[in-house]
């Protein structure tokens, strides 16, 4: 699995979470890039209530064997009590910037 890109998806409360989480992923080398998508509407049951919110969205950029600390730092870091943190494979795409993605994100092995 070394050899897999991921993007993965996590949904903030508001543009400073997003930019220290994105910060964190990127400076540590467990993600390549991040996007921040700023106001985005969410729609969702929590604790059995119907809500709606404005969310920020990241959009992450990392190696399949690097999402496990991946996760672990957005934990430690974020502020909902369950974020969301979606992985998915990419499964095609310029093979130079999946190379460029793999190149950038360290795991345990490249330490």
């Not at 993600?31 to 992450?60: D, F, R």
């Not at 369950?82 to 795409?93: H, K, Q, S, T, Y």
Request: glycine letters at 4%; proline letters at 3%; a negative charge.
């Amino acid at each position: 699995m070394s050899d897999a890109a991921q993007v993965v998806l996590i949904s903030t409360s508001n543009a400073d979470e997003a930019r220290t989480l994105a910060l964190a992923l990127v400076t540590e080398r467990l993600a390549a890039s991040v996007n921040i998508l700023p106001q985005i509407s969410s729609i969702y049951h929590w604790e059995g209530i119907l809500k709606e919110e404005s969310e920020i969205l990241l959009i992450v950029r990392t190696r399949a064997d690097a999402l496990g600390s991946l996760i672990e730092r957005v934990e430690q870091l974020h502020s909902y009590a369950l974020p969301e943190i979606i992985a998915l494979p990419i499964v095609d795409g310029s093979q130079r910037f999946i190379n460029w993605i793999l190149g950038e994100v360290m795991t345990n092995e490249d330490a």
